[in-house]
């Protein structure tokens, strides 16, 4: 058989422009676990008529297209290495700006090449350097059960099992095993390392200079040097006018001292809290290399007067100002010590403590760079976990706009009695026969939680409601709090309000009433969420767009107590005489009249809201023989409760359910920018700053009191606008007090990273929310998100869930060629000529035109597989409904039943996969997966090619 393609000639790249394709007949198929592109010489190969055979036999379509993988992962091996003519290679140009090639990584090429490896050397680094070391410990293995003499042949027999069609000569098969290796091993194969470099690696580290001890020692002795004989009150005049070296001094210890940015203003009352975002750091002079046009002089940081006199008070603060910089000690200096910067800032160092009387302005910063901009190097052996890639960024931003993942929170009031998916109403959740004061404490909770945690539209009557007001010094919402603590004793709990209530309700609500919800998984498009009930009211929530917040209905408070059991089992179907008559007696029993009003109030404004959600179907024409309720009106499957922060009311099969939409506030069209560049090349500047600041959060990953999370949990960015209320001294008020740790709050300030700035490339703010979230991922409560989801790895399933099973594809197994496509701008059709240089023959022509059209749908599938699934999530949903009403027999039953759904409008449900809310960045493009297009392939269920029946082709 003539050999037509070979990328690995006995492990030497082929000397060809690109990876040849051309015709070739009759080649016998072999029963093998081998890959069918190694040839009879252990080579690495394929045909035009193998790959042609190879879509034909498998009939490949949506039911069965595993063996893609096998082109993948040939992909994968051909991206890798490039053709010996360098100006062929597809990747050689592909290099991020700030405005073009947004996700592509830094030094591309270089990286691929470094990740391929040399053949026959170990490492644990590379694809060579992995499958030698795997070939050896095989080889090692044998000699160990079978001998020096024997374990050849052994292998030798082991491989040509595997190989039947490869020369049965050792080496020829140790080749064709290292090659299959390379070719098809989910981990260490060159598709299995692409995955882990694209999807798992992190951003590189900067290296930077430790400001230990031992440095400052040596600098302060550098600047005791050069200003030795000025006196420290003549030494801001004498900085400003030094020669360059001995400015180069000045500049190193501005450094290590927290920035050029004057840090000395304020009072102790005024003190902030220090944040990195105060660091700009000093550079030095760069004079213009002589005769090389194109590279003038840049000039580096200036010492002013201001900047002169802040480093002298870092330095010195108020002492030595008679004293000759010369005459004080190292023993005097003491590393800067107490000059005095906790009068101006407050900071908890990576150990943990608080600045104070002892502390230096050496203290701010734990690392600084070099002078010259350009010795500033990242390290390619260390990543800074959390800091998303451009590659990560392409696959999030593909995963975010096909999925459309929401995180959401909720309190359940639960529900007692009966079965809530056959008839909803207030005996279902108030039926207790005690007549004591849980009786109503139970309902009354729920109004009070209501009213001082949720409600948007109105608080009580006459009171100012304050839910939509953020916690003073915190991005929390008071709903927040209900998840959002580092305190224990105050998580999960509710609280009650007694400031705007006259009763003698608990402390908090009664947890045996309630349940709370803080789901690890987030809605998606594929994810059904708790239950559809959630998910496609939260979905509809979102394409209402609605600002307004309905407010709670008190009908029926008037009724006095004599008259409400006849206005409770005439208009709220209590039937059970002990239930009302614990009702009427626990009311009875308050005694004073003002509260009585109140708790009667709170029954009526429970039952009105359980009673608007009980999805009786409205209509006016009898169905099936039963007449509508005389009452009949519009009943809504969900209520909004709060339409500024996203929190929406359902009754589920549980109960009643508040749900807020965590991060609600970014999820809206305006807050998404254009698209952006992220690497060391692109921005030094910013590419440090998120470096320093994710390091800093890092290193108090086992922070006892979990103030770590309170920094990720602050997504609003108003944690740092906000006054600090402790330190200016204001009491807050007693419910407030009770709901979060608020010197919590002010030592999360204290760690000085600035949230919002973490992943700045993520356009779509509430991607980013995801995923900063999802970067916490300690393995104790307090280092773990307020929040469980972990959206980076709900991404990384979708890329890679089935690469270990031959005979299943991941839901986005197209996501490598893809990613080439949006870096190169290629279409499909040319992407596959420059790799695969097809020959003019009819054979030829006819499997590029397959596997094109093949890779076409592929690229389609994750999209049209999302939206047919949140699609058949919502007939199922409905069918659901429909099944247990038609289940029903009595014609009572029939008439209460929750038969509403939620309808299919303009502004609904149906209209999220087209949503412009989860765009990554305010212009897509038409390249790879981010397609400003809608696919609509609502009915697809399997690819067929158009060659696939053919026959007669040779």
């Given at each position: 058989m003539k050999k037509l393609l070979t990328i690995l000639g006995g492990l030497g790249m082929v000397a060809t422009?690109?990876?040849?394709?051309?015709?070739?007949?009759?080649?016998?198929?072999?029963?093998?676990?081998?890959?069918?592109?190694?040839?009879?010489?252990?080579?690495?190969?394929?045909?035009?008529?193998?790959?042609?055979?190879?879509v034909r036999e498998n009939s490949i379509g949506l039911n069965n297209i595993a063996k893609m993988k096998e082109f993948f992962q040939f992909f994968g091996v051909a991206i890798m290495n490039p053709p010996a003519d360098k100006d062929k290679d597809i990747l050689k140009d592909i290099v991020p700006t700030k405005t073009s090639n947004q996700y592509a990584l830094e030094d591309l090429r270089a990286q691929l090449t470094k990740l391929w490896g040399k053949p026959g050397e170990v490492d644990n680094t590379t694809v060579n350097g992995k499958v030698e070391q795997a070939w050896r410990q095989k080889a090692d293995k044998s000699k160990e059960d079978n001998g020096e003499k024997k374990y050849k042949d052994v292998l030798k027999k082991e491989l040509h099992k595997q190989f039947p069609w490869v020369k049965?000569?050792?080496?020829?098969?140790?080749?064709?095993?290292?090659?299959?290796?390379?070719?098809?091993?989910?981990?260490?194969?060159?598709?299995?390392?692409?995955?882990?470099?694209?999807?798992?690696?992190?951003?590189?580290?900067?290296?930077?200079?430790?400001?230990?001890?031992?440095?400052?020692?040596?600098?302060?002795?550098?600047?005791?040097?050069?200003?030795?004989g000025i006196k420290v009150s003549d030494l801001a005049a004498e900085l400003v006018k030094a020669t360059e070296d001995k400015k180069n001094i000045a500049l190193n210890l501005i450094n290590m001292?927290?920035?050029?940015?004057?840090?000395?203003?304020?009072?102790?009352?005024?003190?902030?809290?220090?944040?990195?975002?105060?660091?700009?750091?000093?550079?030095?002079?760069?004079?213009?290399?002589?005769?090389?046009?194109?590279?003038?002089?840049?000039?580096?940081t200036i010492i002013t007067q201001e900047l002169a006199k802040d480093l002298k008070n870092r330095l010195f603060g108020t002492k030595f100002a008679d004293k000759k910089v010369s005459e004080i000690t190292d023993e005097d200096f003491g590393q800067g010590r107490g000059t005095g910067v906790h009068e101006h800032w407050t900071y908890m160092s990576s150990q943990g403590r608080q600045l104070n009387s002892n502390s230096s302005y050496f203290d701010l910063v734990s690392e600084y760079p070099n002078l010259d901009p350009s010795d500033i190097k990242t390290d390619s052996d260390n990543e800074v976990y959390g800091l998303l890639t451009n590659s990560q960024r392409y696959l999030m931003d593909t995963y975010f706009k096909n999925e459309k993942p929401i995180s959401v929170s909720e309190v359940v009031f639960k529900s007692t009695n009966g079965d809530l998916t056959k008839n909803i109403n207030g005996p279902a959740f108030l039926n207790s026969t005690t007549p004591d004061a849980k009786n109503w404490q139970q309902y009354y909770g729920l109004v009070n939680f209501l009213e001082n945690y949720v409600l948007g539209a109105e608080s009580k009557a006459g009171a100012t409601n304050d839910n939509n007001k953020k916690i003073e010094g915190s991005s929390l919402y008071k709903f927040d709090t209900i998840f959002a603590n580092t305190n224990p004793t105050k998580k999960g709990h509710i609280w009650t309000n007694k400031e705007t209530t006259q009763t003698i309700l608990p402390e908090e609500w009664d947890a045996a009433n309630f349940e709370?919800?803080?789901?690890?998984?987030?809605?998606?498009?594929?994810?059904?969420?708790?239950?559809?009930?959630?998910?496609?009211?939260?979905?509809?929530?979102?394409?209402?767009?609605?600002?307004?917040?309905?407010?709670?209905?008190?009908?029926?408070?008037?009724?006095?107590?004599?008259?409400?059991?006849?206005?409770?089992?005439?208009?709220?179907?209590?039937?059970?005489?002990?239930?009302?008559?614990?009702?009427?007696?626990?009311?009875?029993?308050?005694?004073?009249?003002?509260?009585?009003?109140?708790?009667?109030?709170?029954?009526?404004?429970?039952?009105?809201?359980i009673k608007s959600l009980n999805r009786r179907e409205s209509t006016t024409v009898a169905r099936e023989g039963v007449q509508p309720p005389t009452n009949a009106e519009a009943k809504k499957v969900y209520q909004v409760l709060n339409a500024e922060q996203g929190i929406i009311a359902f009754i589920d099969k549980d109960g009643l359910h508040i749900t807020k939409i965590n991060g609600f506030e970014l999820l809206k069209q305006n807050k998404i920018t254009a698209q952006k560049s992220f690497g060391f090349t692109v921005d030094?500047?910013?590419?440090?700053?998120?470096?320093?600041?994710?390091?800093?959060?890092?290193?108090?990953?086992?922070?006892?009191?979990?103030?770590?999370?309170?920094?990720?949990?602050?997504?609003?960015?108003?944690?740092?606008?906000?006054?600090?209320?402790?330190?200016?001294?204001?009491?807050?008020?007693?419910?407030?007090?009770?709901?979060?740790?608020?010197?919590?709050?002010?030592?999360?300030?204290?760690?000085g990273v600035d949230y919002a700035s973490i992943n700045s490339a993520i356009s779509n703010q509430y991607e980013k929310f995801l995923v900063n979230n999802s970067i916490l991922n300690g393995t104790s409560d307090t280092t773990k998100s307020f929040y469980g989801f972990n959206v980076i790895a709900e991404m990384k399933k979708e890329m890679t869930e089935n690469d270990k099973d031959?005979?299943?594809?991941?839901?986005?197994?197209?996501?490598?060629?893809?990613?080439?496509?949006?870096?190169?701008?290629?279409?499909?059709?040319?992407?596959?000529?420059?790799?695969?240089?097809?020959?003019?023959?009819?054979?030829?022509?006819?499997?590029?035109?397959?596997?094109?059209?093949?890779?076409?749908?592929?690229?389609?599938?994750?999209?049209?597989?999302?939206?047919?699934?949140?699609?058949?999530?919502?007939?199922?949903?409905?069918?659901?409904?429909?099944?247990?009403?038609?289940?029903?027999?009595?014609?009572?039953?029939?008439k209460n039943a929750p038969k509403a759904k939620l309808t299919d409008g303009e502004k609904t449900w149906s209209t999220i996969p087209s949503s412009k809310l989860f765009d990554p960045f305010t212009t897509t493009t038409t390249n790879g997966s981010l397609q400003a297009t809608r696919f609509n392939f609502d009915n697809v269920k399997n690819i067929v090619l158009p060659s696939q029946n053919r026959k007669g082709v040779n």
């Open positions: 422009t690109g990876l040849t394709v051309v015709a070739c007949t009759n080649k016998d198929e072999d029963e093998s676990t081998g890959s069918k592109f190694i040839d009879d010489t252990g080579d690495l190969n394929i045909t035009s008529e193998t790959l042609l055979n190879w049965n000569d050792y080496d020829t098969l140790v080749k064709a095993w290292k090659n299959n290796e390379r070719l098809t091993n989910s981990e260490y194969s060159a598709y299995g390392m692409l995955t882990k470099k694209l999807i798992d690696g992190n951003s590189k580290n900067v290296i930077m200079n430790q400001n230990s001890p031992n440095a400052i020692q040596t600098e302060w002795g550098k600047f005791r040097s050069a200003f030795g001292t927290g920035g050029v940015k004057p840090i000395t203003t304020g009072t102790e009352k005024e003190k902030t809290s220090w944040s990195l975002n105060n660091v700009e750091w000093a550079t030095k002079d760069i004079p213009a290399i002589e005769g090389t046009p194109g590279t003038p002089a840049n000039p580096g709370v919800k803080a789901p690890d998984t987030l809605i998606s498009m594929n994810n059904p969420g708790s239950s559809s009930m959630q998910k496609y009211a939260v979905y509809d929530f979102l394409a209402s767009e609605t600002t307004k917040s309905e407010s709670l209905d008190p009908t029926g408070s008037k009724t006095t107590i004599d008259k409400i059991a006849e206005k409770l089992s005439t208009e709220y179907e209590f039937i059970t005489t002990p239930v009302l008559d614990a009702i009427k007696q626990s009311l009875t029993n308050i005694g004073d009249k003002t509260t009585q009003d109140e708790v009667k109030q709170s029954l009526f404004k429970t039952l009105n809201l030094k500047k910013t590419y440090m700053e998120e470096v320093s600041k994710l390091k800093r959060l890092n290193s108090l990953k086992d922070e006892p009191l979990g103030l770590r999370r309170l920094v990720f949990q602050d997504y609003a960015d108003q944690i740092w606008s906000n006054p600090n209320p402790t330190r200016d001294g204001v009491t807050p008020p007693d419910f407030i007090d009770k709901l979060v740790d608020r010197k919590d709050i002010l030592k999360a300030k204290d760690i031959a005979n299943k594809l991941s839901k986005n197994n197209i996501w490598l060629w893809d990613y080439i496509i949006k870096l190169t701008g290629k279409t499909h059709k040319d992407l596959m000529q420059a790799m695969f240089k097809f020959g003019d023959d009819n054979i030829s022509k006819q499997t590029k035109k397959d596997l094109t059209q093949l890779l076409k749908k592929l690229d389609e599938l994750p999209t049209t597989n999302s939206t047919n699934a949140y699609n058949t999530g919502k007939q199922k949903w409905d069918q659901d409904i429909d099944n247990v009403f038609n289940a029903m027999t009595n014609p009572t039953d029939k």
